[in-house]
């Protein structure tokens, strides 16, 4: 494996982060196919940071296309220790405005029939998720938010739906009574399996509307959606970038999070799975003695 310190997953935006050294793309390929797109590695202020786009450059995979185990495992593959979503996100809430940011705590999955998990076939484990997003990433990115000045929400509750259809009015009023933040369509899935993987895990959500439950603004478009995320990946790179400057916390659990979560006993695990889920292990080995 690499030595990748943080993982970027957004759009090609992210790539052209002033201060960024590109020096290679890495095409990946895993026991659970390809990822979105090949992997861009470069320095960030002396760190080594990797960049993918989550919909492939030139946004050719739908939410529900996309290989997020082959995503996540390929980022693994590469060492990386942290993993920053940026993600555009409409609001379900009247003081959530265009144009701000949230750093969600919570996930709530509306997702169907979409592979979630790098377990099964002999082995299984059950993860702790109660707190879906790693507390010392999410952390980071609130110090860099207010640093940069930027107009941000501390928590909130993503809920992601399946797309890539937006949602009628009638889900939409739904979902902001069961008191939802935002939704969007891809990160339940990135952040179990990133959990699985033992990295940490953090979004940045970009508002870009209000869907489309508002009686007076205008309901979600494309085009609407696509501007306002351009304005509004100039302050995402600046708060990324403030992020990737400092270390990583070793310590954090979410670099734990299989020790506990295996409960096949190892005599009885399938050696082919064993070996694909391989480099996910070897910290569990570690710790277990194996």
């Not at 790179?237 to 070793?250: G, P, S």
Request: aromatic share 8%.
């Amino acid at each position: 494996m690499r030595d990748t310190e943080y993982g970027v997953i957004g759009g090609s935006g992210f790539y052209n982060m002033p201060g960024f050294k590109k020096s290679e793309e890495v095409s990946l390929r895993t026991p659970f196919g390809e990822p979105s797109d090949a992997f861009i590695i470069g320095e960030l202020d002396g760190r080594s940071v990797a960049f993918l786009a989550r919909h492939g450059r030139g946004h050719t995979i739908l939410p529900s296309e996309i290989n997020f185990r082959a995503n996540i495992y390929g980022m693994k593959l590469l060492g990386v220790k942290a993993i920053i979503s940026a993600s555009a996100v409409g609001s379900l809430r009247e003081e959530i405005h265009p144009g701000e940011m949230v750093v969600p705590d919570q996930l709530f999955d509306r997702t169907r029939h979409r592979p979630d998990t790098f377990f099964g076939e002999g082995i299984v484990a059950h993860i702790s998720f109660a707190k879906p997003f790693c507390g010392h990433l999410r952390q980071k990115l609130l110090n860099s938010l207010m640093k940069n000045g930027i107009p941000f929400h501390q928590s909130g509750t993503y809920l992601c739906m399946e797309g890539p259809q937006f949602s009628t009015r009638a889900e939409s009023n739904q979902y902001k009574a069961w008191g939802m933040s935002i939704i969007g369509m891809t990160n339940l899935q990135e952040a179990k399996l990133a959990r699985e993987a033992e990295i940490c895990y953090a979004t940045l959500a970009l508002v870009t509307d209000y869907d489309c439950w508002h009686p007076v603004e205008e309901e979600v478009k494309i085009e609407n959606v696509l501007a306002i995320m351009r304005k509004n990946t100039e302050n995402a790179q600046r708060v990324i970038a403030e992020v990737i400057k400092e270390d990583h916390l070793d310590g954090c659990e979410c670099r734990h999070a299989l020790r506990n979560a295996i409960v096949t006993p190892r005599n009885r695990w399938r050696e082919e799975t064993y070996h694909k889920l391989r480099p996910l292990l070897v910290r569990w080995e570690e710790h277990n003695g194996k």
